[in-house]
């Protein structure tokens, strides 16, 4: 019965990953996936992390009992109150509802499936590039997907003047996708100064912004600076909906702990969103798991935790500046033709360094360098030592 089915693609991210391992050659490097490695290469678990782990598992009181539908209660709360902050009026008046999901993605499909069955428009618009799997969850939740501009291929930076005039074009009640920070995957930010426009004509025009936090902190070290965005939003807009991932900000990458919060105009109708927040994830997946909420919950409301991890945190955001400063440098030296000012002005993980598929498909095949067709690189995949060799084969793949 299966027989006429077609083989599907594999995944453009992940299949690069199957392609380094299979290269025997020494240098290869892999800048593909987006996880944080050391300076030695390595996967990275936080201290933190280890710490509020162990106390967890050594807790007599522990078990491993099915957690609610919505999850973790207090993992909940402390996601929104690190999310929007304490003093934040819509947190302060019990206006969001927030449900525990599986990482970034699973909130993102559960806020998705929420919207389709309850919001006037189907109709989501997502930044033009934008992360990969945002199109595919938000098709299969059965939304209709639209672009609007947003990066400027020839100054390697953010297409303002077109994303205005693409928000201004929206019907109303459409959905907004926006990055929190560390668009990915160009890095490319809007200041301060351009939220403050967005949000007027997204407010103006009565459109839904639904944020994507994947990088708090990881962006600029601060957690509240990477929120500043989405707390302007939320002070101002009678809804929105946020999604949550501690995947990079706390390197739990396959614990898949998240979250999804809506923000409701009154408590009343809070309570009602979450009863149908949990009406999606029932069918679903049933519950979320226990284990990394409960690190997440652990580290969130102790104040002593909270600290070190602020410290880590600051670390893999500084180890990451400084490899834009180094990779920048090492063309510097090299006098490779074009302008590389955007590798230092792009922020968080990912760096879209502007060289072509060709380009990309060159450094691939001669020095066996990995990254996405688009030309996207994870900076935290470098080290100093790997620096010069990258700057080499993209010197080498602009001149050639
Ligand atoms: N959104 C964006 C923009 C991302 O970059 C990622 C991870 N690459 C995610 C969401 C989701 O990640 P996860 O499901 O692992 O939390």
């Known amino acids: 019965v299966w027989a006429h089915i077609p083989e599907a693609p594999a995944d453009p991210i992940l299949g690069l990953n199957e392609a380094f391992k299979a290269d025997p050659h020494p240098s290869k490097l892999n800048l593909g996936v987006g996880a944080y490695r050391t300076e030695d290469g390595k996967p990275l678990v936080l201290n933190v ?29 402390l996601s929104r109150e690190l999310a929007f902050g304490t003093s934040c009026q819509a947190v302060r008046g019990n206006r969001i509802a927030t449900v525990q999901s599986l990482s970034g993605t699973g909130a993102l499909r559960v806020g998705a499936e929420f919207l389709k069955e309850h919001h006037p428009s189907k109709v ?3 930044p033009q590039p934008t992360w990969g799997n945002h199109t595919k969850v938000f098709k299969r939740a ?9 990066y400027d291929s020839t100054t390697c930076g953010l297409n303002f003047q077109g ?18 920070c560390a668009h990915n995957p160009t890095g490319v930010d809007p200041t301060p100064d351009q939220w403050k426009q967005m949000l007027k004509a997204i407010a103006g025009k009565q459109l839904l912004p639904f944020f994507d936090s994947a990088y708090q902190g990881f962006a600029s070290g601060s957690l509240s600076a990477d929120a500043a965005g989405l707390r302007m939003f939320a002070d101002a807009c009678p809804q929105l909906l946020l999604a949550q991932s501690y995947a990079k900000n706390m390197g739990m990458y396959g614990e898949r702990a998240g979250a999804l919060s809506v923000l409701c105009s009154s408590q009343g109708e809070a309570a009602v969103v979450a009863s149908q927040l949990k009406q999606v994830i029932r069918p679903m997946y049933s519950n979320p798991p226990r284990h990394g909420a409960g690190i ?6 102790s104040p002593e935790l909270f600290r070190e991890w602020e410290v880590e945190l600051s670390g893999m955001a500084d180890r990451i500046k400084l490899m834009r400063s180094k990779l920048h440098e090492a063309l510097r030296q090299r006098g490779t033709p074009g ?36 030309g996207r690189i994870s900076m935290a995949g470098l080290s100093a030592k790997t620096c010069g060799y990258l700057a080499d ?4 793949a602009v001149r050639n």
């Open 296 to 301: 997440v919950a652990a580290i969130l409301g």
């Open 163 to 180: 994303l205005m005039e693409d928000l201004m074009g929206a019907p109303s009640d459409s959905i907004i996708l926006l990055h929190a």
């Open 393 to 396: 084969a993209m010197d080498d």
């Open 49 to 77: 992390v280890r710490k509020a782990e162990m106390a967890l598992v050594t807790d007599p009181n522990s078990n491993k009992e099915y957690l609610g539908i919505a999850g973790n209660a207090v993992f909940c709360r």
């Open 339 to 374: 302008s590389w000012e955007h590798i230092l002005k792009q922020i968080g993980m990912f760096s879209y360094t502007g060289l072509s598929k060709r380009q990309v498909e060159h450094v691939t095949k001669k020095w066996h360098i990995y990254m996405t067709l688009d």
């Open 124 to 126: 989501i618009y997502l």
């Open 142 to 150: 059965g939304l209709e997907v639209r672009t609007y501009r947003y």
